[in-house]
């Protein structure tokens, strides 16, 4: 490869980058991929603590457990949502933090995919599947996790 092929691709990786860190507000540190996504085991293995989302931790069968769910400029915050299984989770996302590409909220798992907008940003889903599911935007950014305690 000669100098001036090398000089490209080095102009390509650098506007990637910037082009990732402008769209989302932060740099790339995603390890959303390497969560492990089912089971006890996966929750155990993972070590998770909760420290951000302590507000309803005694949510039971059948009881809505609301999440106002913003972006930091790094991560999602809460950064994670722990209920129970059988909870109804009613996720409002905040329009003004989640903009670019983060005003698309995925998870994984639970074929969830919403578009954030001012007026139409609630999700809402029944926690029926057990274990740790990553919450990331359509660019895999925002290290998020749902996690669901067996009940
Ligand atoms: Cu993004």
Redesign the pocket.
């Known amino acids: 490869m000669n100098s001036t092929t090398k000089a490209a691709i080095g102009i390509i990786v650098v506007a990637v980058f910037a082009i990732l860190t402008l769209?989302?507000g932060g740099i790339v540190t995603g390890s959303a991929q390497n969560i492990p996504t089912t089971g006890a085991a996966a929750l155990q293995q993972s070590g998770y603590q909760n420290t951000t989302d302590t507000t309803n931790p005694g949510t039971e069968i059948g009881q809505t457990r609301t999440i106002k769910l913003s972006y930091d400029g790094s991560q999602y915050s809460p950064a994670e949502i722990r209920v129970k299984q059988g909870t109804k989770v009613r996720i409002e996302g905040d329009p003004t933090t989640l903009r670019?590409?983060?005003l698309v909220v995925n998870i994984g798992g639970y074929n969830i995919s919403k578009a954030i907008r001012s007026g139409d940003n609630v999700i809402e889903f029944t926690a029926e599947k057990v274990g740790m599911f990553p919450i990331n935007?359509?660019?895999g950014?925002?290290d998020g996790k749902l996690i669901v305690e067996s009940s």
Do not use: V
């Open positions: 769209h989302c670019g590409c983060m935007c359509n660019m950014i925002g």
